[in-house]
T-cell receptor, first 111, second 117 residues
Framework: AQSVTQPDIHITVSEGASLELRCNYS??????LFWYVQSPGQGLQLLLK??????LVQGIKGFEAEFKRSQSSFNLRKPSVHWSDAAEYFCAVGAGDALNFGKGTSLLVTP | KAGVTQTPRYLIKTRGQQVTLSCSPISGHRSVSWYQQTPGQGLQFLFEYFSETQRNKGNFPGRFSGRQFSNSRSEMNVSTLELGDSALYLC????????????????FGNGTRLTVT
């Protein structure tokens, strides 16, 4: 069965520092992969998606993610974090008609 | 284009009651999916509707049901509410359903926060 693991429940970074959020998936075929962000009291906003092709995907708000088939990973990165990036981040794998979400990583940004 | 609209934003119900949540998708989107979000279980898929037909269903009891109207608006119903049904219920729409087109990711609403007392 497909599954998504986000190993880090909480991450704290300083404003201006780089960020990497980890995501590992388990799926038999090449999956559709997504990163979503959720601010408090809000729904989920799509940051970026990977379906095929170039394994480095650019998203909104300066985020990017790299698909590594050999490591079954789809890590999210940002070179310089802003205070407004503090939120919950979800990795998801799509297969069929539903998305299977990871448990999320809560990002705290300190001054 | 207006986003996905969910009403109401907040609901408080008592155990044993039933509740109906509403979702208006983005104009032109024919697929509507529902997810339950709780601190313990995270985001779990409830069901997906496409052109008024339930196309896929998650692993939830029959107390959870839904429907979709000809204008693509969708409702979700939970009967005989239990304390464990307290959650944020998220609706998401897409043109074809996320698994059917690589240009059809889900767009989420802000959710309905259901509290069961």
């Amino acid at each position: 069965a497909q599954s998504v693991t986000q190993p880090d429940i909480h991450i704290t970074v300083s404003e201006g520092a780089s960020l990497e959020l980890r995501c590992n998936y388990s799926y038999g075929a090449t999956p559709y992969l997504f990163w979503y962000v959720q601010s408090p009291g809000q729904g989920l906003q799509l940051l970026l998606k990977y379906f095929s092709g170039d394994t480095l995907v650019q998203g909104i708000k300066g985020f990017e993610a790299e698909f590594k088939r050999s490591q079954s990973s789809f890590n999210l990165r940002k070179p310089s974090v802003h205070w407004s990036d503090a939120a919950e981040y979800f990795c998801a794998v799509g297969a069929g008609d539903a998305l299977n979400f990871g448990k999320g990583t809560s990002l705290l940004v300190t001054p | 284009k207006a986003g996905v609209t969910q009403t109401p934003r907040y609901l408080i119900k008592t155990r044993g009651q039933q509740v109906t949540l509403s979702c208006s998708p983005i104009s032109g989107h024919r697929s509507v999916s529902w997810y339950q979000q709780t601190p313990g279980q995270g985001l779990q898929f409830l069901f997906e509707y496409f052109s008024e037909t339930q196309r896929n269903k998650g692993n939830f009891p029959g107390r959870f049901s839904g429907r979709q109207f000809s204008n693509s608006r969708s409702e979700m119903n939970v009967s005989t509410l239990e304390l464990g049904d307290s959650a944020l219920y998220l609706c998401a729409s897409s043109p074809e359903g996320q698994g059917h087109s690589n240009n059809s990711p889900l767009h989420f609403g802000n959710g309905t926060r259901l509290t069961v007392t």
